[in-house]
């Protein structure tokens, strides 16, 4: 199985059209229904959908917390390696700029665990970037294993892997998957990605589906908002998250929007996407997608974040670090881009409880730890 | 190991209400016939006193969400000492699962009580039936006091009387949809069928419908969601609590004869008087 065919159903001019001839009515007809086809998502986020960005806003609202309660998932993001041998050209790790490289070691990573299990935390997201030879899986097994000792949710989101390296690293103690698509459109991909393995558009649009072929409990997948058209990437993550969770039911899918912020290279989002665009992005997906977690990073500022927080967020970073060793060491190198959201943990939780929801530190954890336990 | 310490066998108070109609399961004697859960609020801290208003002694907690390790902030600490506690197996995919994570609530000194949950769609959240009786065989057989969690199907819910649960709980509606009882004549089949004690469980989203399955004969109601995500919670648990207690009475009283419609006052069978 694969997306692709699936996707291609979908022609860009006609969806094009679709999006431009959406007329109120259509709009008020889609808010009506109890269960929204791809289609009715795709009308969410025409631009006519933008007048009914408050009943969207509401619908959103109550249907997430009848899903998901006053709750907020607490993670945050933990960089192993910056070495990367692709050269994207929106990404601040990009090859060909001039970096001082470097990826913790065992020891390193230790530390850092520490340094972020003290504020509570239970569920970490690792990352490299894309390089075999200075980030191997073995090496993110490892890391994995070290990391066990302190988290009770381990999540990747690394280069793309072959089935048989996810069900490695899953018995290692990885649950979930992160992987962006960064944008739908094939020749836009192939023009912002000029070398390296990422290059390969279909192995990575196949990468979320060979992660829940090997038995990853959770998979999260988005675009990189800001580089195509918005209604475009938006409709298409939906349609793939739609489409995995179909396919895939035993498997939790979720939903980021990352949206481009300012990093060392120069690259300036070609479509920058306004807040009422994400406004509409969150409710439309939410409305389509009811009990998907849909996640907001902090490359988001701090008040966007709370205000969105009640219309479909179900999951957010916090004390979040993009530098390598960023949080245990004094020499850290430069990040991946820049975060706008620097509130710690603690901070985090507070601004949560004051605005009526839950901080949540832990919402799971491994059979293994259960058997060791019995 | 041992996690959840405090809860000892302890004596449960007797709650204000009557105690001539005790629910006796599991080995526990209950005045309220309200169950309710510790997920989606916004903060624990609200726990104690929503189960005092509701009166509630039954409360299922996620094992896989405890975080055991927190100081300050472990949901377990806000569960009152006589409250009984129903781990259950949420996050279950398969029996073997929920039998690994039950073997644990009882390592960890959570007692005997488990809630079987055995869910592999992330869509619509509903139980594998046929997971949940392989489990529930596995876990009454090892001295689990069980609740397996299905959808309202006879045959289900006989397989499980076979396999030694001490309830059945069915679904109203899908789990967190608020939608109230949608499988209403599944559950009436249920009551009149099994005879195991029948506690819906899920989808229940306002007291009215609580008392209704009460009214029908349930023998309890697990609610959740409706509480948590009310405006009030607490107030709604009261509410919740109140609503189960007059389904009960109702159920009890036996209702009055219904007429579909007004006698005609000239009978066509008159002429046999």
């Known amino acids: 199985m694969s997306f692709y065919p699936y996707m291609k159903q979908y022609d860009p001019k006609d969806m094009e059209s679709f999006v431009q001839n959406v007329k109120p009515d259509d709009v008020r007809r889609v808010l009506a229904k109890h269960r ?63 970096l001082s490289r470097s990826r913790l070691s065992l020891d390193d990573v230790d530390r850092e665990a520490a340094v972020v299990s003290r504020t509570g935390l239970k569920h970490i997201l690792i990352l490299t970037g894309e390089s075999r030879s200075k980030s191997s899986p073995e090496y993110i097994g490892e890391c994995v294993q070290r990391l066990a000792r302190y988290f009770t949710s381990i999540a990747i989101e690394v280069y793309p892997l072959e089935t048989f390296e996810y069900v490695d690293l899953v018995n290692k103690g990885v649950d979930a998957l992160t992987l962006y698509q960064e944008t739908y459109d094939e020749s836009l991909y192939d023009t912002l990605h000029i070398s390296g393995p990422k290059k390969n558009y279909l192995y990575r649009l196949n990468t979320p589906e060979r ?47 990352p949206r481009m912020r300012p990093h060392a290279g120069a690259f300036s989002p070609e479509h920058p996407v306004a807040d009422k665009e994400m406004v509409q992005a969150v409710t439309a997906l939410r409305l389509f997608m009811p009990r998907s977690g849909i ?32 949080r245990s060491k004094s020499d850290a190198a430069t990040g991946q881009f820049d975060i706008s959201d620097e509130r710690s943990v603690e901070e985090m939780a507070i601004d949560l409880a004051a605005r009526g929801y839950q901080p949540v530190y832990k919402d799971w954890e491994p059979l293994s730890v259960f058997d060791e336990a019995v | 190991m041992r996690l959840c310490g405090l809860w000892e066998e302890v004596e449960l108070p007797m709650m204000n209400q009557e105690h001539d109609d005790i629910f006796e399961i599991g080995g526990k004697k209950l005045t309220s016939r309200l169950f309710t859960g510790t997920g989606k609020y916004s903060s624990d801290a609200l726990i104690p006193d929503v189960l005092v208003k509701s009166g509630a002694q039954v409360i299922t907690v996620a094992l896989r969400r405890v975080d ?46 488990i809630k079987i949950e055995v869910i592999s769609d992330s869509t619509y959240l509903l139980p ?13 057989k090892e001295g689990f006091v069980v609740f397996p969690y299905i959808n309202p199907d006879l045959m289900v819910a006989r397989s499980l009387v ?23 004549e599944m559950i009436r089949i249920l009551i009149d069928e099994i005879s195991l004690p029948i506690i ?8 009215s419908q609580a008392c209704e399955a009460m009214e029908m004969g349930a023998a309890a109601c697990l609610v959740n969601t409706a509480i948590s995500s009310a405006g009030d919670p607490v107030t709604m648990a009261m509410a919740f609590g109140e609503a189960v207690k007059a389904g009960r009475r109702a159920y009890l009283a036996g209702p009055g004869v219904v007429n579909e419609k007004a006698s005609a006052s000239s009978p066509l069978t008159g002429f046999l008087k």
Request: proline share 4%; with cysteine.
């Open chain 1, 36 to 98: 929204l086809e791809p289609m009715d998502y795709l009308t969410l986020l025409s631009p006519v959908a933008t007048a009914f960005l408050e009943d969207m806003a509401r619908k959103a609202h109550e249907m997430t917390v009848r899903q998901f309660g006053k709750t907020i998932l607490l993670y945050t993001p933990m960089y192993l390696s910056d070495h990367c041998v692709n050269q994207c050209r929106y990404c601040g790790f990009n090859a060909s700029i001039s």
């Open chain 1, 211 to 257: 992660a829940c072929q090997a038995g990853m409990r959770a998979v999260n997948i988005g675009a990189l908002l800001g580089l195509d058209i918005f209604h475009r990437d938006t409709f298409m993550t939906g349609l793939h998250a739609w489409y995995l969770q179909r396919n895939y039911p035993e498997v939790d899918i979720s939903v980021s929007f």
């Open chain 2, 200 to 207: 819906v469980d899920a989808g229940i989203g306002r007291p």
């Open chain 2, 162 to 184: 076979n396999a030694g649960a001490s309830a059945v709980m069915p679904l109203g509606s899908p789990i967190g949809s608020n939608r109230g009882l949608r499988t209403r």
């Open chain 1, 295 to 326: 996640t907001l990073s902090t490359r988001e500022t701090a008040e966007f974040r709370n205000n969105i927080l009640p219309l479909g967020i179900t999951k957010m970073s916090a004390g979040s670090c993009t530098q390598v060793g960023g």
């Open chain 2, 68 to 113: 055991f390790d927190a100081d300050t902030d472990n949901v377990m600490k806000h569960i009152p000492k006589h409250v009984i506690l129903l781990p259950n197996t949420s996050g279950a995919r398969t029996a073997d699962e929920a039998v690994r994570i039950a073997r644990l609530a009882r390592a960890a000194g959570c007692g005997n009580w």
């Open chain 2, 128 to 140: 594998d039936g046929y997971e949940t009786a392989k489990a529930t065989e596995i876990l009454a």
